[in-house]
Structures are given as C-alpha cells and as structure tokens.
C-alpha cells in the first residue's frame, strides 16, 4: 500500500486564497480541503461539510497510522464500488520474503 509523499498541500496557492491543485483539479469532488482544527473542510465545488462528521460518516483512515508518523491525510472507502475489491489471499498476491545468508556473501 502506499503513502502520500512530498506532497506540502500547495501552500503558495493556500496563500493566494485558492485550493490545493489535486482539489481544484479533481473532476470527482472527491478531494477535501480544510482545517482539521476548525472541524471543516471543503471540495472544488465549493461543498463544505463537517471534517468529523465526513470521516464518521464514511468510515475515514489515515494509512500507516501505527507507525506513529501522525499523517494528515484521510481516505475514504470508496461508495457504489464498480469493480470488486481485490481478493488479496488470492495465490500470487501475497507479499513476497526474500531471506539472505549474510555469511556466504563475499566482498
């Protein structure tokens, strides 16, 4: 699975009173916008909506929250799902371990 990375929420367009660009540029709405503190965030539509009650509502996580890095990123579970989720136990998906012997090795 994988995390959002270098990604500092557009600040110079924050400052000029705009959206970050993947909400303005999201043709979906999907993306929200807002101040965690001020319990409100907003879509390229211009929907606002209580950021408590988005992620209540919908079943809202963090990825890799157990790792202590606090995100400030929330998914949501996807709604009216087109494709099945992917059956994750299916032969071939599983994670693959490699195991090295350090004591063969030659340098």
Do not use: W
């Amino acid at each position: 699975m994988g995390t959002v990375e270098k990604c500092d929420f557009c600040p110079d367009m924050i400052r000029q009173g705009k959206m970050p660009a993947c909400v303005s540029g999201c043709p979906m709405d999907a993306i929200y916008f807002g101040d965690q503190n001020e319990d409100a965030v907003t879509n390229a539509s211009g929907v606002t909506v209580r950021f408590s009650q988005l992620l209540e509502d919908n079943g809202g996580y963090r990825h890799l929250e157990e790792l202590g890095t606090e995100p400030r990123v929330y998914y949501l579970p996807p709604k009216n799902r087109k494709y099945p989720v992917p059956d994750m136990k299916s032969p071939g998906k599983e994670k693959k371990h490699i195991e090295m012997d350090m004591g063969n090795m030659q340098m």
